[in-house]
Protein backbone atom coordinates (compact mmCIF):
# COMPACT_ATOMS: atom_id res chain seq x y z
CA UNK A 1 0.00 0.00 0.00
CA UNK A 2 1.42 3.22 -0.91
CA UNK A 3 0.91 6.30 1.23
CA UNK A 4 -1.07 8.49 0.32
CA UNK A 5 0.31 12.51 -0.67
CA UNK A 6 0.81 15.51 1.06
CA UNK A 7 -1.95 17.26 -0.92
CA UNK A 8 -4.49 15.32 0.42
CA UNK A 9 -3.77 16.86 4.11
CA UNK A 10 -6.69 19.08 5.16
CA UNK A 11 -6.10 21.75 7.71
CA UNK A 12 -8.91 23.49 8.51
CA UNK A 13 -10.58 20.18 9.94
CA UNK A 14 -12.32 21.35 12.99
CA UNK A 15 -13.02 17.64 14.79
CA UNK A 16 -11.00 15.23 13.54
CA UNK A 17 -12.40 11.69 12.68
CA UNK A 18 -9.38 9.77 12.55
CA UNK A 19 -10.95 5.95 11.65
CA UNK A 20 -12.69 7.93 8.89
CA UNK A 21 -9.76 9.51 7.54
CA UNK A 22 -7.35 6.86 7.32
CA UNK A 23 -10.28 4.98 5.81
CA UNK A 24 -10.37 7.42 3.30
CA UNK A 25 -6.39 7.31 2.56
CA UNK A 26 -6.95 3.23 2.06
CA UNK A 27 -5.80 1.72 5.50
CA UNK A 28 -7.54 -0.62 7.55
CA UNK A 29 -7.27 -2.18 11.01
CA UNK A 30 -5.52 -5.79 10.41
CA UNK A 31 -5.93 -5.50 6.41
CA UNK A 32 -2.50 -3.04 6.70
CA UNK A 33 1.16 -3.53 7.63
CA UNK A 34 1.07 -0.84 9.85
CA UNK A 35 -1.51 -1.18 11.84
CA UNK A 36 -1.14 -4.92 13.32
CA UNK A 37 -1.21 -4.43 17.18
CA UNK A 38 -3.89 -6.27 19.17
CA UNK A 39 -5.97 -4.58 21.87
CA UNK A 40 -4.15 -7.03 24.45
CA UNK A 41 -0.99 -5.49 23.97
CA UNK A 42 -1.26 -1.47 23.81
CA UNK A 43 0.52 -0.15 26.15
CA UNK A 44 -1.52 0.53 29.30
CA UNK A 45 -0.48 4.21 29.68
CA UNK A 46 -2.21 5.62 26.06
CA UNK A 47 -4.37 7.61 25.59
CA UNK A 48 -7.95 6.14 24.64
CA UNK A 49 -9.04 6.94 21.07
CA UNK A 50 -9.03 4.95 17.52
CA UNK A 51 -5.12 4.90 17.55
CA UNK A 52 -2.41 2.80 19.91
CA UNK A 53 0.77 1.21 20.24
CA UNK A 54 0.53 -2.55 21.58
CA UNK A 55 4.24 -4.32 21.91
CA UNK A 56 6.51 -2.47 21.10
CA UNK A 57 10.42 -3.03 20.04
CA UNK A 58 11.39 0.43 21.80
CA UNK A 59 13.08 1.16 18.45
CA UNK A 60 12.30 5.04 19.52
CA UNK A 61 11.12 6.27 16.17
CA UNK A 62 7.51 7.25 17.24
CA UNK A 63 8.69 10.56 19.12
CA UNK A 64 10.62 11.78 16.50
CA UNK A 65 8.23 11.35 13.73
CA UNK A 66 5.31 12.25 15.52
CA UNK A 67 6.58 14.57 18.96
CA UNK A 68 2.77 15.81 18.93
CA UNK A 69 1.79 12.19 19.94
CA UNK A 70 4.31 9.39 20.62
CA UNK A 71 6.06 9.04 23.50
CA UNK A 72 8.80 6.51 24.88
CA UNK A 73 9.27 5.60 28.10
CA UNK A 74 12.07 3.39 29.12
CA UNK A 75 11.83 -0.15 28.39
CA UNK A 76 8.17 -0.57 28.28
CA UNK A 77 8.01 1.02 24.85
CA UNK A 78 6.18 4.04 22.80
CA UNK A 79 3.04 4.96 23.51
CA UNK A 80 0.28 7.92 22.51
CA UNK A 81 -0.14 10.65 25.05
CA UNK A 82 -2.43 12.41 22.96
CA UNK A 83 -4.70 11.61 19.82
CA UNK A 84 -4.40 12.88 16.23
CA UNK A 85 -6.00 16.51 15.93
CA UNK A 86 -5.27 17.46 12.55
CA UNK A 87 -4.52 15.38 9.46
CA UNK A 88 -0.92 16.89 9.89
CA UNK A 89 -0.35 14.79 12.91
CA UNK A 90 -2.44 11.79 12.26
CA UNK A 91 0.09 12.14 8.93
CA UNK A 92 2.92 12.19 11.36
CA UNK A 93 1.79 9.11 12.74
CA UNK A 94 1.54 7.47 10.29
CA UNK A 95 5.00 7.94 9.78
CA UNK A 96 5.38 6.58 12.84
CA UNK A 97 3.57 3.27 12.34
CA UNK A 98 5.36 3.18 8.55
CA UNK A 99 8.78 2.81 10.70
CA UNK A 100 8.33 0.60 13.33
CA UNK A 101 9.61 -2.44 12.34
CA UNK A 102 7.30 -5.05 14.40
CA UNK A 103 3.46 -3.35 13.23
CA UNK A 104 3.13 -2.47 16.96
CA UNK A 105 0.69 0.68 15.88
CA UNK A 106 -3.20 -0.33 15.43
CA UNK A 107 -5.99 1.68 14.54
CA UNK A 108 -9.15 0.21 16.07
CA UNK A 109 -9.74 1.35 19.33
CA UNK A 110 -12.90 3.19 18.97
CA UNK A 111 -14.12 -0.14 18.86
CA UNK A 112 -12.76 -1.21 22.25
CA UNK A 113 -12.77 1.70 24.67
CA UNK A 114 -16.70 2.58 26.50
CA UNK A 115 -17.00 5.14 28.82
CA UNK A 116 -16.02 2.77 31.59
CA UNK A 117 -13.01 1.49 30.42
CA UNK A 118 -11.87 4.59 30.04
CA UNK A 119 -12.68 5.90 33.49
CA UNK A 120 -10.49 2.84 34.72
CA UNK A 121 -8.16 4.18 32.43
CA UNK A 122 -7.83 7.12 33.87
CA UNK A 123 -8.42 5.53 37.42
CA UNK A 124 -4.89 3.69 36.58
CA UNK A 125 -2.98 6.32 35.64
CA UNK A 126 -3.69 8.87 38.33
CA UNK A 127 -0.82 7.60 40.19
CA UNK A 128 1.73 7.75 37.33
CA UNK A 129 0.78 11.74 36.84
Known sequence: ????????????EPFLDVTA???RWGFS??????FRASWEAR????????IY??????CGMGPELA???????????????????SEYELWQLLDAAWCNPVSAYAM???SHW???????WWESIQPVR
Not at 1 to 12: F, L, S, Y
Not at 67 to 85: I, K
Open 1 to 12: MTQPKHEHIRWD
Open 21 to 23: VLR
Open 29 to 34: HDTDRY
Open 43 to 50: HPWGIPGP
Open 53 to 58: VGDDDV
Open 67 to 85: PNNVCLFDSTGEFLYRQAT
Open 108 to 110: DGD
Open 114 to 120: TPASIAA
